[in-house]
Every structure is written in C-alpha cells, then in structure tokens.
C-alpha cells in the first residue's frame, strides 16, 4: 500500500528515518556496538579477522563501496570489494585470515549467491550476509547474518535498502575495531551517540524535498550528467548516477572528482549538468577546486553541501543546503537528496517510477 504517496519510492525513501533507527534498535549498548548482534560466533571469529572481502551487485556494491572507507579508516582492516558477476569468474587470491561479506537487499541475486558458493571452498575464515529477507537463499547458506530491517522495498530503485545497508555496514566497521582493538573507545563512542542521532538527522535531510523538486524541471530536457564526488561520497555518487539513470533514463555517470582533468572534464558544456556532494571535510577544499574547473568551461553545478563547505548559490551554481554530520556518516545522508532528485526528475519526465523498462527488481538470473 502507497498510503499518502504517489510512488512506493517516495514512501520508501520517507520511510528511511525509521528503518534506519530499526536498524539500530537492539544493536548499540553503552557507548558499543553489540557484537552479538553478529551472532553468538562473531566476537571470537572477528578476532581473527585480518582482511574483508566484499561481494554485491548495484546498489548493493556502492554499500559495499563506501563500507571500504570506513573498514579501512575506522577499523584499519584492508578491504576489497568487487561486484559479484566479475568476482565469481576471476582467479581470485585469497588473502589468509579473510571475511568473505556479501551484502543483497533480495538475498537472491544470482551472481551474488554463486560467488558465496564459490567461495566456500576458497579459504575464506567465514560468510557474513549482509541482507533484508530473513528468508532467502544467501541468508541460508552464509555462516553469519545481520539483517537490514527496512522491510519490504517494492520500487525496483533501491533505497531504504541501500541507507539500511549502510547503517548494517558501519555497525559491522565498529565490531570490528573493537574486537580487534583497532579502533579507540572514545571514537567508537561517539560514533554510536552520532548513530543514535542519525534517524533524526535523515528526518533533517528530507526536509531537503521541496528545493530539489523545483530542479527536475531544469534536468528533464538533458541528455547526459556527471555526478562528483571524493572519498566516500564518490560512491555515493555513483549510487546517484545509478539512481537517475534507472529511473529518469538520462545517461549519468560518476566519477572521482579528482579524475576530471583524466577525460571527463573535455565533456563539461551547459548542457551537462554536474551534480556534487560536497559535505564540509579535509577534501572540500580540493572538490571546490575542481568545480571551479567545470563552472570555467561553462558547466552548471548543482551541489548538495553544509553551510560550513563554504559554497554559495549564484551564477551556473545551484546549492541545496544540507544540514551538517558527522563526516563517517555523511555518505548516509547525502544519499537522500539524490533520490530526491532522481525521484523528481522521473516524475517530471512521466516515466513508470516504480517499474523502470527492462528492469527487475531481483536479478536471480545471470
Ligand atoms: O537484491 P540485491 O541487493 O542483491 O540486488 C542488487 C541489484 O540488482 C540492485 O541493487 C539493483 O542495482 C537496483 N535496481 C538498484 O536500484
């Protein structure tokens, strides 16, 4: 049922300030995250853990993605992460003390469920799914679970389950550093208090709504669109670009805002709109710059940033302001605005927002 909502991605990206906190729920103790929560094992095989390996498919691989960052930063775990059709076919080298993660929303993608079988006999210390059907094929066969509790997703544009995933991942990056005793007590502290106040903080970010409505019009006549971003926000980028392509067909593409001058920049005209998400961090100073490069070619920015980014709305720069966050979780909040947007600009173009052509919404074939 829509409810209120036209589209059921509308009322799904509205339900994420709860599903996020459901999440949550039963998963943070005292200043900690609950390792049980990983299940009975998890605390004496985290332990051991020297190396993740991540496995996913679409939306489900940027999770992985920006999961990279934080496990490597956060947790000081080397991680890789790769999408399952490339994985399940490669001569892959397994590095020794390695978790094997998978992350679906469906928990039945093909190419995922075969890389989890293959790498059963690999070497792998262990499986973890990381996935939103309780009862599901990856669930069944992985030797540990945390479940996203998004419930349901109907549109076939993922995105309550993409922001569960995320909120699943991080919860992962703090048991982990703190079995391992990689990751200091007072940051896992404040980085559960800044989790607890995160389902408010997305509440913040959809008030965001009715700014980003008044852009689609701008983007329905386009043909092509760049989505920047650095760090962590580059795979938030791309989920962005995942998003508008699938449900507006407008060609986007991604890219490390740092690579610009590698190729893409030779692209930049005014008709191709470059959208940014420029949370305040130690790179906005360096994203800034790039930006200025597009607006000299005479390209038209659309930027989600904080106040405190320092970006103002003028001339070829269209600025949605963003409440400020914690940078870890930044990535979990900038996601919503391009849903938004991607939303917007599909219903403005008229096309099947829930049921895009050629797609389903759980890919069990190869
Ligand atoms: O169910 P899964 O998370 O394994 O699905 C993976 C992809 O098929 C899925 O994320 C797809 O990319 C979505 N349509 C993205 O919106």
Redesign the pocket.
């Known amino acids: 049922d829509k409810g209120e909502y036209r589209h059921f991605m509308l009322k799904e990206i509205h339900e994420q300030p709860k599903v996020v906190q459901r999440t949550l729920e039963g998963r943070l103790g005292d200043g900690q995250v609950m390792v049980e929560a990983f299940g009975p094992q998890a605390a004496e095989l985290f332990a051991k853990v020297k190396n993740i390996q991540i496995v996913?498919?679409?939306?489900?691989f940027h999770a992985g993605m920006i999961a990279r960052y934080w496990l490597e930063e956060l947790a000081g775990i080397p991680c890789q992460v790769e999408v399952a059709s490339e994985f399940r076919y490669r001569k892959v080298m397994v590095q020794p003390d390695s978790l094997f993660v998978t992350?679906?929303?469906?928990?039945?993608?093909a190419d995922?469920l075969a890389a989890l079988r293959n790498a059963r006999n690999m070497g792998y210390l262990a499986s973890l799914a990381i996935c939103n059907v309780a009862i599901s094929s990856l669930v069944r066969e992985s030797d540990l679970t945390l479940l996203t509790l998004a419930g349901p997703e109907i549109g076939?544009?993922?995105t309550k389950?993409f922001t569960t995933q995320l909120v699943a991942l991080m919860l992962l990056t703090l048991a982990l550093g703190q079995v391992r005793g990689s990751l200091a007590v007072d940051k896992e502290r404040q980085l559960v208090e800044e989790l607890r106040r995160l389902p408010a903080r997305l509440g913040e970010a959809l008030a965001v709504n009715a700014a980003i409505e008044q852009l689609a019009e701008y983007f329905a006549d386009k043909n092509n669109t760049l989505f920047l971003g650095r760090g962590a926000q580059y795979p938030v980028a791309m989920e962005g670009a995942?998003?508008l392509k699938?449900i507006s067909y407008i060609h986007a593409e991604a890219y490390p805002a740092g690579e610009l001058k590698h190729g893409p920049l030779a692209l930049v005209d005014s008709d191709m709109p470059v959208v940014t998400v420029a949370p305040s961090n130690e790179l906005v100073e360096k994203l800034k710059s790039n930006l200025q490069e597009v607006r000299a070619r005479g390209g038209e920015l659309i930027v989600f940033a904080d106040g405190r980014a320092g970006i103002e709305n003028g001339e070829g720069t269209r600025l949605v302001n963003m409440p400020h966050i914690i940078d870890a979780l930044a990535p979990i909040l900038y996601t919503i605005p391009l849903q938004l947007l991607s939303y917007h600009v599909a219903v403005f173009k008229g096309t099947d927002v829930d049921q895009p052509r050629n797609?389903a919404k759980?890919?069990t074939v190869e």
């Open positions: 996913a498919c679409g939306t489900s992350i679906s929303q469906s928990g039945e993608t995922t076939v544009a993922s389950a995942l998003k699938e797609l759980s890919v």
